[in-house]
């Protein structure tokens, strides 16, 4: 019989390349299974909630302003106007949107369209503008008007 170096040699590089392959899969499954405890240690739970509560209410009012009325005229375009207001489209629309979707998480709702910062009118769809510090998204639609979005809880 001849020697059995070489059948030794090739069992070995699968024994460890096994072992390696269950290393790799074992941390895996017990990272997946503390990811929950990792996030609250780490305090990505809560920050991962303020972008989120955040960030549709933005792509929201954006969605609101590239909205089409009948005559194919962007709703941002129809409020850039010096005489542009909320009408009976952009109003109504503007209901549907934010008081539907975020009337249940935000109790405070009020939209509308301003002249420069801190100075909105108020419109027959969501009554008279506050100012507030907090829940507001204001959008620049030209040197000097505005549309503000406040969500309070």
Same mark, same amino acid.
């Given at each position: 019989?001849?020697?059995?170096?070489?059948?030794?040699?090739?069992?070995?590089?699968?024994?460890?390349?096994?072992?390696?392959?269950?290393?790799?899969?074992?941390?895996?499954?017990?990272?997946?299974?503390?990811?929950?405890?990792?996030?609250?240690?780490?305090?990505?739970?809560?920050?991962?909630?303020?972008?989120?509560?955040?960030?549709? $209410?933005?792509?929201?009012?954006?969605?609101?302003?590239?909205?089409?009325?009948?005559?194919?005229?962007?709703?941002?375009?129809? /409020?850039?106007? $010096?005489?542009?207001? /909320? @009408?009976?489209?952009?109003?109504?629309?503007?209901?549907?949107?934010?008081? @539907?979707?975020?009337?249940?998480?935000? $109790? @405070?709702?009020?939209?509308?369209?301003?002249?420069?910062?801190?100075?909105?009118?108020? @419109?027959?769809?969501?009554?008279?503008?506050?100012?507030?510090?907090?829940?507001s998204i204001f959008i620049k639609l030209n040197e000097n008007k505005w549309v503000e979005l406040i969500l309070e809880n």
């Open positions: 019989m001849l020697s059995n170096r070489g059948q030794i040699s090739d069992t070995s590089m699968w024994v460890v390349s096994t072992i390696i392959i269950l290393v790799i899969i074992s941390s895996a499954i017990l990272l997946t299974s503390l990811g929950g405890e990792i996030k609250e240690t780490l305090g990505l739970e809560k920050s991962v909630k303020i972008n989120f509560e955040k960030e549709v $209410p933005y792509k929201s009012l954006f969605a609101f302003l590239l909205t089409k009325n009948s005559e194919g005229v962007r709703i941002f375009s129809k /409020l850039s106007f $010096p005489e542009g207001d /909320l @009408n009976d489209f952009s109003g109504k629309l503007a209901l549907r949107i934010f008081k @539907n979707f975020y009337g249940d998480t935000f $109790p @405070n709702i009020w939209f509308g369209v301003g002249e420069g910062y801190f100075e909105f009118r108020s @419109n027959e769809y969501f009554g008279v503008g506050y100012q507030t510090q907090f829940g």
